[in-house]
């Protein structure tokens, strides 16, 4: 229904109602499809589609990462561009971090052998 997302005083900006009957059980991609709603944008973290791991329907950011989430490579959000990246002072290593850290626990770091 129309109505759901949008008032008649005016057709944008839209509205939803997450709270309703129609929202409340689903998973958020089976709106926020790209289709029916904004979707995930093409430069998103590599991670599931299941947006509420790290988006509320309050506050869209700042996203709560739990990187239990997250598919991929610590370097693919940690460049320094998308999220804090390698420290200037950090040894010189081509090792990947989860070579040597864990996304639990950042400190102590575990030595390669």
């Known amino acids: 229904e129309c109505g759901f997302c949008h008032k008649t005083t005016g057709f944008l900006p839209a509205f939803p109602d997450h709270t309703g009957p129609d929202v409340v059980g689903k998973r958020c991609d089976s709106c926020h499809n790209g ?14 589609n299941n947006c509420d791991d790290c988006h509320s ?7 709560n990462f739990d990187h239990v989430n997250i598919a991929g490579a610590c370097f693919d959000c940690h460049n320094g561009v998308e999220a804090t990246g390698k420290n200037p002072a950090h040894i010189s290593t081509s090792n990947i971090c989860e070579d040597c850290h864990t996304s639990n626990q950042w400190v102590p770091v575990f030595t390669v052998e």
Not at 40 to 47: A, D, L
Not at 57 to 63: C, F, L, R, Y
Request: proline fraction near 10%; charged fraction near 5%; aromatic fraction near 4%.
């Open 35 to 48: 289709v029916t709603a904004t979707g995930k944008h093409p430069t998103h973290i590599n991670s599931g």
């Open 57 to 63: 329907t309050v506050a869209w950011t700042p996203a």
